[in-house]
């Protein structure tokens, strides 16, 4: 039976084992008390009489080794769990009968010693074992007992008081073990919820660090207790010191103070000091004990993006399925104006056909420039060298577009090579050097294309600055959306395709602001990015 309990490994938790290694030490200690005093006072104590003191010794000192065997077996070898406690019970009832025995029956007062040993086996012990246990100190008390009434006189309150004692061991022990498996229900319940609450303290943690939004958890002081590294990144900054929420961001702390006296859901709109992202902020009350608040930001220059690239895969979803289909329309419709031109029909008839031919040049570059955003991301990089670049593009487009030379203006500071697609350039700056051009004042140096290097380590910055009235505030914000323009003849994909080819690149475009005309800042890589 033994064999079969113990089959299984797995079943026997270390707690199992450390209770078997208290109940061990609480022997140890009875043990070492037994041995001392049959050793040191055998005259104190009524059942270590000197005629039956050398017995007592020797029963002591026996229950002594056993016991601190047992100690440094269960240190060594942690297998067969019911074995090993079956044998330390076995032992105890053999050595507490000799002891009953030698000191005059149960009136000694051993029995209770008795009662422990069983309680504690019920505790520790697994199953009917318990009750296996329970039945042999009852019968080794009867046993005992009933030799004892063989040898000397009979009596019959000594048989009642053995019975007594033999209910209350088996009492004793179902109770004990009754306990000990609600205890051990209790104890792997909540492992389980322990478990459970691990795994799903991992999941969110690991949800919330993956979280496009900044989340920031905040007590109603305004101490940030945590946050993801999305809000380190939006709002610029790495732990500071003192972690109030004014360190992160002021205009923050002022929103959070706003909501703490109104407490709305509406969001309120943040500037990130480090970062310069304008952020969408919005709090949210908890119902921790803390009344902790979580606060989600949002970059809001990510969600125009998304509402952009939506409105751009919608219009390109219809402008790719008819634009071949135009083209064709279109260049026939160009060829018959060319053939009309030739023959001479008026002045009339000479300004219509002009202005159909200038629509459908117009009509054609914006077909054009909607296929050209399919091709984005067929970039093949290579290193340029802007010093022997720039004065050849300068060229072919002041003498395509019949201006002066002069009227663009080359500037060279620090190292001039890009890591970028060349056709791509190519493009971007044609669209840079014509708003330019549109806007500016047409003489000596309105222009100027400037090449700045150094400023950032591996990184080069091209400027297109004209000397015009620059942009509007109110048009800032939207200069790079798609079909925005401010020009009547303008298609306004212009400065939206020079920002998806430098996206595609590994760079960027921004309208730098401060300047006293129009400023648009190329930065791109000086090596390849690996």
Known sequence: MLNKLDSSADRFSETHWKSLRYFNLYRFCISGLLFA??????????????????????????????????????????????????????????????????????????GAMLLVTLAGAG????????LFYAAVA???????????????????????????????????????????????????????????????????QRVIEEMQDGVLVINRNGWVKQHNPRAEQLLGLSDPSERMLANYSTELARGYTDWCEHATDDSVLVRAPASGLQLRARFVSTDSSERDVLVFLEDMGRLQEQARQLKLAALGRLTANIAHEIRNPLSAINHAGELLCEES?????????????????RVERIVSDVLELGRRDRAHRELIDLRETLPIL?????????????????????????????????QILWNLLGNALRHSR?????IRLRVQGGGREGWVDVHVIDDGVGVDDSHREHIFEPFFTTHSRGTGLGLYIARELCDANGARLELVAGASGADFCISGRAVECQ
Request: charged content about 15%; cysteine-free.
């Open 394 to 426: 300068v060229e072919e487009y002041t003498l395509k577009e019949k201006a002066a030379v002069s009227i663009v203006q080359l500037e060279f500071l620090g190292p001039a090579r890009l890591f970028f697609d060349r056709s791509h350039l190519h």
């Open 138 to 204: 009852t019968l080794s008390v009867l046993f005992e007992q009933a030799y004892r009434a063989m040898a000397s006189d009979f009596e019959m309150v000594d048989f009642f008081q053995a019975g007594l004692f033999s209910a209350g061991f088996f009492g004793m022990a179902i109770s004990a073990r009754l306990l000990a498996r609600r205890v051990i229900a209790n104890e792997e319940l909540a492992r389980k919820r322990g478990v459970d609450l691990k795994n799903q303290t991992l999941i969110s």
């Open 37 to 110: 005093s049959s050793v040191l006072h055998p005259s104190s104590f009524s059942i270590l009489t000197p005629d039956n003191g050398l017995f007592h010794q020797f029963v002591t000192s026996f229950y002594l080794l056993a016991t601190t065997a047992s100690l440094i077996g269960l240190h060594f070898y942690r297998r067969r769990f019911n074995a090993q406690l079956s044998a330390h019970v076995l032992i105890d009832v053999l050595v507490l009968i000799l002891l009953i025995h030698s000191g005059g029956g149960l009136r000694s007062g051993l």
């Open 345 to 361: 029909g008026g002045q009339a008839n000479d300004r219509l056909l002009r202005i159909v031919l200038d629509n459908t040049h």
């Open 123 to 130: 505790l520790v012990g697994q199953g009917r074992m318990v």
């Open 442 to 446: 047409g003489m000596t140096g309105s």
